[in-house]
């Protein structure tokens, strides 16, 4: 009987090590560049348990003993930083990755409260609802040494139309107007293409014939040129210049006809169109056809229903995003096979030829093909309102700690030495301060300089003295503790 014990138990101490064996294996990261006595940060987020593991340590090498799956990597030190997604086998395997820490892109200031699509023209925001009147356009009017920034209604046209678009082409900056007959001024109802100027003012008219006046059109970059396209027929014209001849691109319909058109994008020379059932269908599923440059269309079928947060995000590749998951998916083949994803997820969209996927840290400049990329932006105390971009950069709207909205511009061919964004952030987490407005190089302090009193002498209200210097030298302190520099920023406040 104790041999037969004996033996349950060695039988199942080799079981539970086989199986340990099995669902365990070694992870090594090195990052390539940085210096041995610098602090480095290590996060390893488990896909399967939903479970982070953070470590810090000075060395550029990790190497960890991990369960079997998928791991999201993140590595900071200081604002560089190196994302990775890679997936470990068990047997304690080795599974090697190298990267390179690369630093945050140069961000600056360029309007206080936006709306939801914005445009960066001859280096000045515009902002508007999306598929409003142009008459509602607002400018974010540049900051001086007299003034902070402010919005300013367009007051450049009385055009009476809604915009449908407007994009950085090689050419200029075009604006695509739905125009409404409202005299015999403008007697016509049809799609009218401007030059626009960071004024507003619109000039060198074209009117695009080709396209029918009962339908709402989209507008985007594409090849040397642009691209206008209808979602619900589907239907794309491709215009190498404002006034060349037009071409119909021959976009094929889905194969399984019940499915609705749900989005249309363009990625490089190719355009995705994404059709999808109704969310409330049983056996949701899912087609897209993309159209490639050399006039040839792909079909693929997914299961479950598609959003519009659905892009190609490389060549062949496709990104779409589910309550905050990522899925990477390669269009090879007629059934899309998964790459990879990732969790947290807030947005994803590419401009330029180029994905950024925004998480609740921040902004990543992805490379499927790696998967790998690296944070250009992260948040710190602000959240995320939405991205809008073009081949220089690109404009976030997000909130500050007092939930007020700004407008920060990102140069993606610049690196970040100055992090005036978060600087001003710990500026106005002060109960000294209301509210920080900051344009390029300008910054007003809007201090809290309690309530007005009676000044006997003038005859008016004012400031009690006393408090607006005790203010003034606690912002003041504030500002050379953070590191401001007063040689390259204009600050002025209503304390001093």
């Not at 403008?186 to 003012?201: A, F, N, S, V, W």
């Not at 061919?413 to 920080?436: C, H, P, W, Y």
Request: aromatic fraction near 10%.
């Amino acid at each position: 009987m104790r041999r037969k014990i004996t033996f349950v138990i060695v039988s199942l101490a080799i079981l539970a090590s086989a199986y340990w064996l099995f669902s365990h294996s070694r992870l090594e990261i090195t990052i390539n560049s940085g210096s041995q006595n610098t602090n480095y940060s290590y996060q390893l987020y488990n896909q399967g348990n939903g479970k982070t593991e953070s470590i810090k340590t000075s060395s550029k090498t990790l190497s960890k003993i991990v369960g079997k799956g998928t791991y999201e990597i993140l590595v900071t030190s200081d604002e560089t930083s190196y994302v990775a997604v890679v997936k470990v086998s068990g047997f304690l395997r080795t599974t090697k990755i190298h990267g390179d820490l690369r630093p945050e892109q140069t961000r600056h200031f360029v309007g206080n409260e936006p709306k939801d699509c914005t445009n960066y023209i001859q280096s000045v925001l515009i902002s508007y609802n999306c598929g409003d009147l142009y008459s509602n356009i607002q400018t974010h009017q540049p900051a001086d040494a007299s003034q902070p920034t402010y919005t300013q209604k367009n007051t450049a046209t009385g055009l009476s139309g809604y915009v449908e678009g407007i994009i950085n082409s090689a050419e200029s900056d075009l604006v695509l107007i739905k125009t409404i007959p409202t005299s015999e001024e403008q007697p016509d109802d049809g799609h009218i293409l401007y030059r626009i100027d960071k004024e507003m003012r619109l000039t060198d008219p074209v009117s695009l014939t080709s396209l029918s006046s009962e339908k709402v059109y989209s507008i985007s970059q594409y090849k040397n040129g642009f691209v206008v396209f209808e979602l619900t027929a589907p239907q794309a014209i491709y215009y190498p210049s404002a006034r060349s001849n037009p071409t119909e691109l021959k976009l094929e319909q889905p194969t399984d006809n019940s499915l609705y058109p749900v989005a249309m994008s363009v990625y490089g020379d190719s355009l995705l169109s994404v059709y999808s059932n109704k969310p409330s269908d049983r056996n949701n599923r899912s087609e897209i056809v993309v159209y490639s440059s050399q006039a040839t269309s792909s079909h693929h079928h997914l299961k479950g229903s598609l959003t519009t947060s659905t892009v190609l995000c490389g060549t062949k590749v496709l990104c779409t995003l589910t309550n905050n998951r990522l899925d990477v998916f390669s269009l090879k083949t007629e059934k899309p096979q998964l790459l990879f994803n990732l969790f947290g997820v807030t947005d994803v969209d590419n401009f330029a030829s180029e994905t950024r996927v925004i998480t609740s840290k921040g902004v990543v400049k992805l490379d499927v093909d790696s998967r790998s990329g690296f944070y250009e932006y992260s948040f710190g105390d602000y959240s995320y309102n939405n991205i809008s971009g073009d081949s220089t950069g690109y404009t976030l709207s997000i909130n500050n700690s007092k939930q007020q909205k700004v407008a920060v511009r990102i140069d993606k061919a610049r690196v970040n030495t100055d992090s005036i964004d978060k600087k001003v952030s710990e500026l106005q987490g002060m109960a000294e301060v209301l509210f920080v407005s900051v344009y390029g190089n300008y910054i007003y302090i809007s201090a809290n300089l309690g309530d007005l009193v009676y000044d006997s002498v003038t005859g008016s209200y004012v400031y009690n003295g006393v408090i607006k210097k005790a203010v003034a030298n606690k912002i003041n302190a504030e500002i050379d503790k953070l590191g401001i520099d007063r040689k390259v920023y204009t600050i002025t406040s209503n304390a001093f």
